[in-house]
């Protein structure tokens, strides 16, 4: 699959980019904040973007219907340490197709790209 990574934690963008490569995914493209998600969603057109919740100026959820806007099928995983009901919700009304919550293990994101192929 052709992924999107928007993170702006380098050691977290690093370590996720491992593991996609170590699974044969490859990132075709890398953000930090909102307006490098959408500038390469428009120009990658992955195949699952990968967001961070909390990203500096914008929150995921906004950068979520950006995101939306331009493709309504877009298939993201929300990466965050948060665990709470209402965000949940939130996302799961905005149609993530995952949430992958901090600190991970690599079984865990193995589970989670294979339920996604």
């Known amino acids: 699959m052709k992924i999107l990574l928007v993170e702006d934690n380098a050691l977290t963008r690093y370590t996720i980019k491992s593991l996609l490569d170590k699974l044969g995914h490859e990132v075709v493209a890398e953000a930090e904040d909102g307006a490098g998600a959408v500038k390469y969603f428009r120009e990658f057109k992955p195949d699952v973007v990968f967001l961070d919740l909390i990203l500096p100026g914008r929150s995921g959820v906004e950068i979520l219907e ?12 929300v990466i ?7 965000i949940d919700r939130r996302l799961a009304d905005k149609g993530v197709s995952a949430i992958l919550r901090k600190p991970f293990s690599f079984e865990d994101f193995k589970t989670l790209m294979r339920d996604l192929a």
């Open 80 to 86: 965050t340490a948060v665990e709470q009901d209402e």
């Open 66 to 77: 950006d995101l939306r806007a331009v493709d309504p099928a877009a298939r993201v995983v």
